[in-house]
C-alpha cells in the first residue's frame, strides 16, 4: 500500500532533519525546501499528499507561498508549523488554504495526528490555541481587528511588503522579482497606503510583528 508523500518546509536545516526522523517511519520524505519560493518551484515536481511549512522564512513567507501552492494545486493538503500561537496566525492560514495548524512546540506529540486527520479531509489545529478564542477573532469586523497579513493587496504587493522588509534595495528588489524599480516604488506606496504606514521602518516593524520576517 503506498504510503503518504510529505514535503518539509522550513528555513532552519536542523528543524527540516527534526521532522524528517519523527516522520520517516510512517511517510515517505519525498523532498525539503528552505523558503516560500523554493516551495513553489519544487511542488508541482514532487507531488506530494501533505506539505507541512513554516511561516516565517525568507524571500517568501509560508501563508503567501500556501496560498500560491493551492491555486495551482487545489487538492494538496497544507500544514503549517509555527511558533506563533495568536489566532491571528491560524486565521491567515485558512484563509491560505490550510488544513492543519500545529505549533512547534506541540509538533513532537501532534504531528502523527494532526496529518492522519488531514489526510482523511478533515481539519486540525492544535489544542493549545483555543476554539473559543479563534472565534472570538472571527466573530470581529476587520476594522476591529489588529492589522493581519494584509490579505486584501495584491499578491505582488505581499511579495514586495517581505522583500522592502527584509531590509533589501529598490534595485535588488526589481531585479529579484523581475520588474522595474519604478514599478516597485509604485508598489511600496499602495502597501503604505492601504496599511496606513508611512515610513518604511513601520512597515519593518509591521511585517516583523505579523511574523513575515525573521528577527
Known amino acids: 500500500m503506498k504510503r503518504p508523500t510529505i514535503l518539509l518546509v522550513d528555513d532552519h536545516s536542523l528543524v527540516l532533519a527534526g521532522f524528517h526522523k519523527l516522520l520517516e517511519t510512517e511517510f515517505d520524505i519525498v523532498g525539503t525546501a528552505e523558503d516560500g519560493r523554493a516551495l513553489l518551484e519544487v511542488a508541482p515536481k514532487l507531488k506530494p ?10 524571500r517568501m513567507n509560508g501563508i ?5 501552492l493551492k491555486k495551482s494545486m487545489p487538492e494538496v493538503r ?6 506563533h500561537a495568536d ?11 490550510a488544513s492543519g495548524y500545529v505549533l512547534k512546540r506541540s509538533a513532537a506529540s501532534e504531528l502523527l495526528l494532526a496529518i492522519q486527520q488531514v489526510l482523511k479531509g478533515r481539519s486540525y489545529v492544535t489544542p ?9 477573532f472571527l466573530s470581529l ?8 497579513f494584509a490579505s486584501d493587496l495584491t499578491p505582488r ?4 511588503l517581505q522583500l522592502v522588509a527584509e531590509g533589501n534595495s529598490t534595485k535588488k528588489i526589481a531585479d529579484f522579482l523581475n520588474i522595474s524599480v519604478k514599478t516597485v516604488e509604485f508598489h511600496k ?5 492601504e496599511l496606513d504606514i508611512h515610513t518604511v521602518a513601520e512597515l519593518t516593524r509591521f511585517a516583523i510583528a505579523q511574523g513575515l520576517v525573521s528577527i
Open 87 to 97: 489566532p491571528m496566525y491560524v486565521t491567515e492560514a485558512f484563509r491560505a488554504g
Open 189 to 193: 506606496s499602495q502597501i503604505m497606503q
Open 157 to 160: 504587493q505581499r511579495e514586495v
Open 64 to 68: 503567501e507561498a500556501g496560498r500560491q
Open 128 to 136: 493549545l490555541v483555543t476554539k473559543t478564542v479563534l472565534n472570538t
Open 49 to 58: 499528499d501533505v506539505v507541512l511549512l513554516d511561516i516565517s522564512m525568507p
Open 78 to 83: 497544507l500544514i503549517f508549523l509555527s511558533m
Open 141 to 148: 469586523s476587520p476594522k476591529h481587528r489588529s492589522k493581519s
